[in-house]
């Protein structure tokens, strides 16, 4: 796959098993970065939200965690080339076994997903893409331990999982605070939703986004808007 460019940072992934993807460019784009000291991106992969948002956030230090070896390897080497490296960095390890020493004000993921779908044969690619290794209810019992009270838990998974993952963070006193339901052009059914968790009740802030207007790789206004400081095409 070689290198993905963009305006201020490039991404190699010839060895991650997921590449880059409008789902974590549009998590990387859409959180809310405001007042982040301290943010962990779990399930990192290439480590292109981890350098989103260290390119959004000129102070925070992140900390991007991955439990595929090869994932790291990409990881690693684009944190070191990229402008933030004195503030990003990425650890080998799952989910269940990081004990952070510390709490969060952000923590962002773009968990798997697929919960009873084929596998893949490739046991990295079945490792990035279900849930059997990392599932929301993980992320949620951890935001639940590791956010600050102020923090916030920001995810995308798609519609049906985002309404699970919503009603299930109750049990963890998780509430959300802003969602953005996504859909492909004006007249496909919607099929992502961005969403931010915290432990404060609120009524919610709620969006909607179009990222083409209908014809290929013609994009909408306010998807070049959300994206301009990273597509170089844009």
């Known amino acids: 796959m070689g290198v993905f460019h963009y305006k201020q940072f490039d991404i190699r992934q010839d060895h991650a098993a997921m590449k880059i993807g409008t789902d974590g460019t549009l998590l990387g784009a859409w959180t809310n970065v405001s007042g982040a ?7 990192t992969g290439t480590g292109v939200i981890a350098l989103m948002l260290a390119q959004r956030n000129p102070t925070a230090k992140i900390i991007g965690i991955e439990i595929c070896e090869q994932a790291v390897i990409d990881a690693e080497y684009n944190v070191k080339a990229s402008p933030w490296s004195a503030r990003v960095s990425i650890i080998n390890t799952s989910l269940q ?8 004000d952000l923590i ?9 779908s084929l596998k893949s044969p490739s046991g ?16 949620l019992q951890f935001a639940s331990d590791y956010l600050t009270d102020d923090g916030r838990l920001s995810m995308i998974l798609p ?7 919503i009603k299930k963070a109750q049990e963890f ?3 959300l605070e802003r969602e953005c339901i996504v859909r492909s052009t004006p007249n496909k ?11 404060k009740e609120q009524e919610p802030i709620k969006e909607t986004l179009t990222i083409e207007t209908g ?12 994206t301009k400081e990273f597509y170089t095409i844009m």
């Open 37 to 43: 000291n301290h943010i962990l991106d779990i399930g």
């Open 97 to 104: 076994t990081f004990i952070p020493n510390q709490k969060y």
């Open 108 to 116: 962002v993921s773009n968990p798997p997903f697929f919960e009873n």
């Open 124 to 139: 990295k690619r079945s490792t990035a893409r279900h849930t059997d290794s990392l599932s929301y209810l993980d992320i």
């Open 159 to 165: 519609i049906e999982n985002a309404q699970n993952c």
């Open 173 to 175: 006193d998780l509430h």
């Open 189 to 199: 059914p919607p099929h992502r939703k961005v969403f931010e968790l915290s432990k």
């Open 215 to 226: 014809k290929r790789h013609d994009y909408t206004a306010e998807y070049i808007a959300l």
